[in-house]
Nanobody, 121 residues
Framework: QVQLVESGGGLVQPGGSLRLSCAAS????????MGWFRQAPGKQRELVAV???????NYADSVKDRFTISRDNAKNTVYLQMNSLKPEDTAVYLC???????????????WGQGTQVTVSS
């Protein structure tokens, strides 16, 4: 069974920083893209940032120059460093990954359970 487990959420004041982590566990062959999505109350889920296995990154315009996604392939972990946080960044942040269970199977998409980020004074 493959699991994605997030950590690092919490309450922070505007202008502050948080670092989210997401570790993949279980039995699998490889991980392709890893990313972070977020969902605020009453809003659709949106992509925040994604990173390929080779390190290529893409960001939502709303977080460019403030958030940085990175990964440690040896630890099967993806990170999201969030700086200059704004109240509109408040949301549940969900980890997402494309994982191949065996060398001969196709990749499947997995989600973490989510971690709450609240930006408020």
């Amino acid at each position: 069974q493959v699991q994605l487990v997030e950590s690092g959420g919490g309450l922070v004041q505007p202008g502050g920083s948080l670092r989210l982590s997401c570790a993949a566990s279980g039995s699998f062959f490889s991980i392709a893209d890893m990313g972070w999505f977020r969902q605020a109350p009453g809003k659709q889920r949106e992509l925040v940032a994604v990173i390929s296995s080779g390190g290529s990154t893409n960001y939502a315009d709303s977080v460019k120059d403030r958030f940085t996604i990175s990964r440690d392939n040896a630890k099967n972990t993806v990170y999201l460093q969030m700086n200059s946080l704004k109240p509109e960044d408040t949301a549940v942040y969900l980890c997402n990954a494309d994982i191949r269970r065996r060398s001969y199977t196709r990749t499947l998409n997995y989600w973490g359970q989510g971690t709450q980020v609240t930006v408020s004074s």
